[in-house]
């Protein structure tokens, strides 16, 4: 299995949290590096952010072009046509980030997973699939692809959840956010869901949100430093 490659920053020296964050079709690593600075968190605790470029996949509904992918989409229909194999593929080498970083010596459970669009269905599928205890998990504009198949995690049955979604997006319906919701509710979670007046894109509203739901997530842990 082909290693992914990753943007790395850390906002101090040492950090013991870690935020795993994946793009979605078509972008890298890079696409949210600038929102760093724009947490209050990262300039009060050492962080470290990874964004990881997802590996180049023809995507059938763009005409079988070449690209940055996490998966196939087979069909634009309004539950999604994805290549399930391929996703949990993704997750698997996103979960090799999390072994070394483990490795590394920063607990699980000071792990944090997230992910927008394409990269949110991988980060759904790796997060409540883990065998141990994560961080936290954020989805934005996106869907949970693999709520039929997943296999779930007692260790992150209680796993703090947010999910954010533009009102207007055409891309990825903000219907779909909230069927993932509502799964994730009868499945015994209980996610934090906000909509925003946007599209397909991310605003500063929601920014100030993830600062709020992810401020106490990486919080200095004693236990673990």
Known sequence: MAKLNALQIDTGPEPQHTIIWLHGLGASGHDFEPVVPEFAFSRETPVRFIFPHAPELPVTINGGMVMPAWYD????????????????????MVAELIEAERERGVASENIILG?????????????????????????????????DSIELSDANRKLPIFIGHGRFDQIVMEQLGQAAHQTLQELGFEP???????EHSLCLEEVNDLDRFLTPLVAPNPAHE
């Open 73 to 92: 989409i087979l069909a634009m229909d309004v539950d999604r046509k994805v290549d399930a194999e391929q996703l949990r593929a993704s997750a698997s």
């Open 192 to 198: 934090e869901y906000q909509s925003y007046g946007m």
């Open 115 to 147: 992910g927008f669009s394409q990269g949110g269905a991988v980060a759904y599928e790796l997060a409540l699939s883990y065998p141990e205890p994560l961080g936290g998990l954020f989805a934005l504009s996106t869907y949970f692809a693999t709520a």
